[in-house]
Every structure is written in structure tokens, then in C-alpha cells.
């Protein structure tokens, strides 16, 4: 078992910049392969970013590319993601997730943290 927590969430103005944390505990992290993902009200859980094992490879989505970084630090059991350039279209419940596999599908990933707001005003 993998426990994600996320965190760094909150209120920010259009333009602005948040830095969302995922705290791992439980199985050793640095075999897993991290996702984040978002969703909006009404809207299915979609795919932000992902980093690979060993941080050599990310992935993004095109709406983030340029703005947003995700990045790992394995000695803190901690993969983050840095958001600039922030759009009100960004607002959303942001998810981290592990799994094996690296990947932009949901089912790829074996767990999940309880999610972190994120809300841009315009």
C-alpha cells in the first residue's frame, strides 16, 4: 500500500503561481511512476502530468505545457507540481497518483491521494 497526501492548494488570481506537494508513505516510492490529475465540477478526472521513476521522462498534457512543472525528490517521498501562468480554465480538485506504469490514463495508476483544491479567479 502507497498513502498520498496532497497539499498547496488554494485561491490564487489569474496569472499567479501554487506548488502542490504529494507526500508518500507506506511502499518504497521511488518504484512508482507519479500522475497528476484534475477535475472540475461536472467534468471527468483528466490528465495533467506524470514523471517517471527516476525523473528522466514527463509527460504533460498541451494545455500545461510551458506552465506547469511536476518534479520528485525520492530521499523526501514527495513528488511535486509547480504551476505558473495560472488560468481561471485550471480550476479544479488536483490528484496525485502512483502506479507502476507511466502513464496519462487513470487506470494506470494503483493509488490515489484524497485531492487538493485548486481555484483561479479571473
Known amino acids: 500500500q502507497v498513502q498520498l497526501v496532497e497539499s498547496g492548494g488554494g485561491l490564487v488570481q489569474a496569472g499567479g503561481s501554487l506548488r502542490l506537494s504529494c507526500a508518500a508513505s507506506g511502499r518504497t516510492f521511488r518504484a512508482y511512476a507519479m500522475g497528476w490529475f484534475r477535475q472540475a465540477p461536472g467534468k471527468e478526472r483528466e490528465f495533467v502530468a506524470a514523471?517517471?521513476?527516476?525523473?528522466?521522462?514527463?509527460y504533460y498534457i498541451d494545455s500545461v505545457k510551458g506552465r506547469f512543472t511536476i518534479s520528485r525528490d525520492n530521499a523526501k517521498n514527495t513528488v511535486y507540481l509547480q504551476m505558473n501562468s495560472l488560468k481561471p480554465e485550471d480550476t479544479a480538485a488536483y490528484y496525485c497518483a502512483a502506479g507502476i506504469s507511466y502513464g496519462s490514463t487513470a487506470a494506470e495508476y494503483d493509488y490515489w491521494g484524497q485531492g487538493t483544491q485548486v481555484t483561479v479567479a479571473s
Open positions: 514523471i517517471t521513476w527516476d525523473a528522466r521522462n514527463t
